[in-house]
């Protein structure tokens, strides 16, 4: 159940209530695309910066080590040791980024294996069929993402079969739900606006969808091609034709100014692979702007990569000494940036979450950017 706890414009404070626990809101979840986050960072690890949700795929599970065998093991939750909520995109995103391996039909995907090459065949009963082995709190719709750039009638008709197959995806995961055997039989379901840049394709999905009365709805199809500016508009057009006693969530997105924006248009959920990819480069969000540790003038810098945080990085390490880890492909050197980046994504999603509650998230927002583009810590 999804409580409105109070709003700022059009920003929103909430929290979410499952069989996991509560999530407060905005959230972001940290992405753990084949059950982990990349960088050898721990379950103890996401309890420890205050991790609230994990992000887990479909497709990817599915192919290895196989849904089948993670339901043997109790689910997902018992198979890495969470006990946390887990949200579990649908594999729709693929039909998108493995373009050249799939074909897409009325019935759903044909894929090949990115990993081996053998045929995988997806639609939204196997999509469900797939998240409900794993056992996620939040089973998210089988889509179609289509190119944000797409000619208006492909995205037309694209739009109007992920409508089909979320009609399809609502009526199997009631099923699975039913079933005695399944691991959780509260698995929720968001369904997922699509429509590119075209802002009257997307607020008539989001019409059409908002009706079906689901636990949340998403907002999909976003940072694949188009400008920030159009991205802002689209959330602008579409989120208030989405059902505010209900959770947001902006798929894939992004960056900490990303979020902010977001937040104010109304979004609730957040993921992207951003913080933990950046990290394992080197690259570090600080509130005075980003900062590359590869770059020499860190070579003797005695200081934290951020100074007054209380990540495990800054707690105890020099900037020159996990430059030199990442200069020597020392795997602890991708652990602490990855873990102070997530850090810092959390840390700020609480102080967004604690503007909202004192009605300054305005003012908020307006510091942190300013901060943020400062640029390069000298």
């Not at 089909?164 to 509260?186: F, H, P, V, Y």
């Not at 008539?204 to 709805?217: S, V």
Request: proline content about 3%.
């Amino acid at each position: 159940m999804y409580r409105l706890i109070r709003q700022e414009g059009r920003a929103k404070r909430g929290e979410l209530t499952t069989v996991h626990g509560t999530i407060q809101t905005p959230v972001f979840m940290n992405v753990g695309t084949a059950a982990a986050i990349k960088g050898a960072v721990s379950t103890e690890d996401l309890e420890g910066i205050g991790t609230q949700v994990q992000l887990s795929n479909t497709y990817h599970l599915h192919v290895r080590p196989g849904d089948e065998v993670v339901k043997k093991m109790g689910g997902l939750h018992r198979f890495m040791s969470w006990r946390r909520p887990i949200l579990t995109d649908s594999g729709g995103f693929q039909v998108f980024s493995l373009s050249s391996l799939r074909r897409i039909r009325e019935e759903g995907v044909y894929f090949h294996s990115h990993v081996d090459g053998r045929k995988i065949f997806m639609g939204p009963e196997e999509s469900m069929g797939i998240q409900s082995n794993l056992a996620s709190t939040i089973a998210m719709a089988f889509d179609e993402c289509a190119p944000a750039k797409a000619e208006r009638a492909y995205v037309e008709a694209s739009v109007a079969r992920t409508t089909r197959w979320l009609a399809r995806c609502k009526e199997e995961m009631g099923r699975l739900n039913s079933l005695e055997d399944t691991i959780n039989r509260q698995q929720l379901l968001f369904g997922i606006n699509q429509g590119a840049v075209y802002t009257d394709i997307r607020i008539d999905h989001a019409k059409r969808i908002a009706e079906m009365e689901l636990d949340g709805y998403a907002v999909g199809g976003l940072a694949v091609g188009e400008t920030h500016e159009e991205m802002y508009h689209v959330l602008e057009e579409t989120v208030p034709h989405l059902p505010a006693d209900k959770p947001t969530y902006l798929m894939g997105v992004g960056t900490p100014a990303n979020i902010l924006e977001g937040v104010e248009r109304g979004i609730d959920f957040f993921d992207c692979v951003y913080p933990s990819r950046n990290g394992r480069h080197g690259h570090l969000y600080t509130n005075l702007g980003k900062i590359n540790l590869f770059n020499a003038k860190y070579e003797l810098d005695e200081r934290p990569i951020e100074e007054g945080c209380s990540c495990p990085a800054c707690r105890r390490y020099s900037r020159a000494y996990i430059r030199h880890l990442l200069k020597a492909k020392e795997m602890l050197g991708m652990r602490l940036c990855v873990l102070h980046n997530l850090y810092f994504y959390n840390t700020m999603m609480e102080e967004i979450r604690d503007a909202l509650d004192a009605g300054r998230f305005a003012a908020y927002k307006r510091e942190k950017l300013a901060g943020m583009a400062q640029g390069e810590e000298s």
